[in-house]
């Protein structure tokens, strides 16, 4: 699937992660079909629940696609 600005993109379940100090704090997990992209589960440690990582998480879904 190719974006607007010509970014090919390819269909399937993505991880993407986040690392604080080498540390995994977070996880979304996500579809990208022809149609649609769906982040499915989002998990944190809840250690860091004070920087909010589901918006940081879901700022950068939108970012992505």
Do not use: E, Q
């Amino acid at each position: 699937m190719k974006t607007a600005n010509g970014k090919v993109l390819k269909m399937g379940c993505y991880h993407f992660n986040y690392y604080l100090d080498g540390k995994l704090i977070a996880v979304s997990v996500a579809d990208l079909t022809p149609i649609s992209f769906s982040t499915v589960y989002f998990f944190s440690d809840p250690a860091y629940k004070r920087f909010s990582l589901g918006v940081v998480s879901s700022i950068n879904d939108i970012k992505y696609v």
